[in-house]
């Protein structure tokens, strides 16, 4: 109640950007670095908010302020990376899905279109 007076009735000018945590570079970095390093891992919220000592929600917000989406796009969008990556080096699409913690068979997988090859005997 006493925060809401002081909002509403103080001639004192608070900005309001102030009270929200922000992800400045170093830790930005930090955890780029953790994400790039855990792929194969189940990478939740709440796992990459304790990293640079923040709650989940406060992170899902300053995350998405700092790199303009979500934390989950951002892991997808590293993953697909690390996988082309991967494919160009010339590893079987099953291989590098399963390193990746893609499981649903794609499209492409008996085909072996595109200079993948594939695991299936078919």
């Known amino acids: 109640m006493a925060a809401h007076l002081l909002r509403r ?4 000018d608070y900005p309001l950007n102030a009270l929200r945590p922000k992800l400045d570079g170093p830790r930005l970095r930090k955890l780029q670095m953790f994400v790039e390093e855990h792929l194969h891992d189940d990478l939740s919220v709440a796992r990459l908010a304790e990293q640079v000592g923040m709650g989940s929600w406060a992170f899902s917000r300053a995350f998405k302020e700092a790199t303009v989406s979500p934390a989950h796009q951002y892991i997808v969008g590293a993953r697909v990376k690390r996988a082309r990556l ?3 080096r010339g590893y079987a699409v ?3 899905r ?3 913690r893609f499981f649903r068979p794609g499209p492409h997988d008996a085909l072996g279109q595109g200079g993948f090859r594939s695991d299936t005997s078919a």
């Not at 009735?9 to 004192?12: A, D, H, R």
């Open 94 to 96: 099953a291989g590098y």
């Open 98 to 100: 399963r390193a990746l």
């Open 9 to 12: 009735y103080s001639t004192l």
């Open 86 to 88: 991967t494919c160009r």
